[in-house]
């Protein structure tokens, strides 16, 4: 596996690969990577002759506050996990080389609407850190499709969104959640979790469980069951953002009667943010 540091590298092996008629899968990644981001990395193989994977902590994502100076930066271990999953190139590159600019002078792409809510109206200017860093990679790599992992279910639409209104020839795949064997949706985050956090974090994936049983029964008194959701995780010990019902394929509040819904949730043990989210169609 080759890896390159610098654009004028990575678009000169794309472009060969598109001239001798490959196709071109791309995983976008901020490293410290999982079996959720090597699940994409062999699921990519099938939808393209070549894989690309990124890595790259992208600073704009990130709020005053948050963990960005700490976030975990593997970089030698990650190239072995990529090339154990046969990826073909890794483009690892510097801050510089992604934001020649101050980022207070850097051009955003933001996506209305979708990135307002959820995750969005708590941490804010997190969506249009990853909608600039996606559009921005995608200009780079020019890949044919893109594979990202479902546990971001709001990231995965602002990311579909974005490409339609920006007309960009890339296909976007998502692929399901990968968990631990108590149900704990695979986080490089996860690392933060003490032992006794640890064990109580799979109860976020639990009560989604149990809500989805509800829904699935037919009970569609939404704010019920997240008065409830949000009950019974704080007892647990989660400080909750947000425990919410929404139509699946817009995020707005959905009607009773509504086809498809999903359920999203954001809590924090300690000083650790996870997230996750059941689809749900209800019976």
Known sequence: MKVVHTVNDLREQVAKWHRDGLTVGFVPTMGNLHDGHLALIDEARKYADRVLASIFVNPMQFGKGEDYANYPRTLERDRQLLETHHASL??????????????????RVEVPGLSDILCGASRPGHFAGVATIVCKLFNMAQPDVALF???????????????????????????????????????????????????????????????????????????????????????????????????????????????????????????????????????
């Open 90 to 107: 890794l483009f690892a590159p510097g801050v510089e080389e992604m934001y020649p600019l101050p980022l207070s002078e850097q051009t």
């Open 149 to 283: 992992g479902e546990k971001d279910y709001q990231q995965l639409l602002v990311i579909r969104q974005m490409v339609r209104d920006l007309a960009m020839p890339v296909e976007i795949i998502s692929y399901p959640t990968v968990r631990e064997s108590d149900g704990l949706a695979m986080s490089s985050r996860n690392a933060y979790l003490s032992e006794d956090q640890r064990r109580v974090a799979p109860k976020l994936h639990a009560m989604l469980e149990e809500t989805q049983t509800a829904l699935m029964q037919g009970n569609s008194d939404f704010e019920g069951l997240e008065a409830r959701a949000v009950d019974v995780l704080a007892v647990a010990g989660f400080e909750v953002d947000y425990f919410s019902i929404r139509d699946a394929g817009t995020l707005s509040i959905p009607l009773a009667g509504s086809d498809e819904l999903v359920i999203l949730a954001a809590a924090r043990l300690g000083s650790t943010r996870l997230i996750d989210n059941l689809a749900v169609t209800p019976g």
